[in-house]
């Protein structure tokens, strides 16, 4: 039984640890969002700067248009993201709870054969004792 449960619970560690590491990946997806959101927030200070030395100002108000749309695309890949997260950390969190129930089955079998074993090895170190106890009475 003990190599069963040592089995299932090094397949809930792999479980696990794939979906730690699909979860990095949406993280590393928010951190690529918010870089590009940084480098949009630049572009626009950029742009405006400049602008204010040209006369340019028609071509600032289409590029700020394109900008605004490329943040709520931004925006909108960050909150689907952020869903997926949410999710991952859900079945993360359902198997840990799966691995910690293996780990404690895994630890009261231990238990239970090394009280069995325990119980073994005192029974015969007592027959031991009576047996010589016996023999030391039948030769008095």
Not at 29 to 41: F, M, N, P, T, Y
Not at 102 to 119: F, G, L, N
């Amino acid at each position: 039984m003990t190599k069963g449960l040592k089995t299932l619970q090094k397949l809930r560690e792999m479980e696990l640890d794939g979906l730690r590491r699909e979860l990095a990946v949406f993280y590393q997806e928010v951190d690529a969002i918010e870089a590009k959101e940084r480098e949009l927030s630049q572009q626009l200070v950029d742009e405006q700067i400049y602008l204010t030395r040209l006369e340019g100002m028609t071509s600032y108000a289409m590029f700020a248009q394109s900008a605004r749309e490329w943040q709520n695309t931004l925006a909108q890949q960050k909150v689907e993201v952020e869903a997926k997260i949410t999710s991952k950390m859900m079945q993360i969190s359902a198997a840990f709870e799966a691995l910690k129930t293996v780990q404690i089955a895994q630890e009261k079998a231990d238990m239970s054969h090394a009280a069995k074993r325990d119980k073994a090895e005192q029974d015969a170190a007592d027959e031991a004792a009576l047996t010589q106890y016996a023999r030391q009475n039948a030769h008095s």
